[in-house]
């Protein structure tokens, strides 16, 4: 009789632990999801302004075209990755748009009309602003998404976990090009 009432306790005991894995692994799970959202709104709000933000320069850049053309279609794969969902895509995708952003305010810099212009002003800092806030949160979703992956990976986590079907959490990485410092020379004509 206390055999089994010993028993019956430890298999309670296995039970409520394994229940307590399994919220912890749903609350980081959550966390992830929910960091994630952040970066979405993010991304479309920002996507929302680009458009804005090309007009305004092509009724002041006239010989920019390339430039201007590059962001929007960097633009479009952005939008296209993100609806997807795939990570890897909206990382080169987002690397891409960078750096047409940053060709695009470059060359701004040869346009003293555009550069005073209102309209330029505040989608610049609406946008710049928007940067800041999507690295912010990417990097508080990548931290988010590497503490679900630890302990889906960790034992005796990962048991539950595979038993389960937890999956890994996608890093949201953007290509070594992005990290480079880009060549203003060539933008110049030195």
């Not at 969902?85 to 987002?94: I, P, S, V, W």
């Not at 047409?100 to 009309?113: H, I, K, R």
């Not at 602003?129 to 986590?157: K, M, Q």
Request: net charge neutral.
């Amino acid at each position: 009789m206390t055999v089994w009432i010993g028993l019956g306790a430890v298999a309670l005991l296995v039970a409520l632990y394994g229940v307590s894995i399994y919220n912890r692994l749903v609350a980081l799970r959550q966390a992830s999801a929910k960091a994630w959202s952040n970066i979405d709104v993010l991304l479309v709000q920002r996507n929302e302004e680009l458009p804005k933000l090309v007009e305004t320069c092509r009724q002041h850049m006239r010989y920019e075209q390339e430039t201007l053309e590059r962001v929007t279609q960097a633009r479009s794969l952005a939008m296209q990755a993100r609806a997807g969902g795939d990570l890897a895509a909206l990382g080169r995708a987002e690397a891409s748009l960078q750096a047409g952003l940053g060709q695009l305010f470059a060359l701004v810099e040869q346009y003293p009309d555009l550069r005073a212009s209102e309209s330029f002003l505040h989608l610049h800092g609406r946008i710049s602003g928007l940067e800041n806030a999507i690295a912010d949160r990417r990097e508080f979703y990548n931290e988010s998404a590497n503490l679900y992956n630890t302990r889906i990976e960790s034992f005796p986590e990962l048991l539950l976990a595979a038993l389960c079907g937890f999956r890994r959490c996608a890093l949201l990485r953007f290509e070594a090009a992005r990290l480079a410092d880009p060549d203003l020379r060539g933008l110049f004509g030195g």
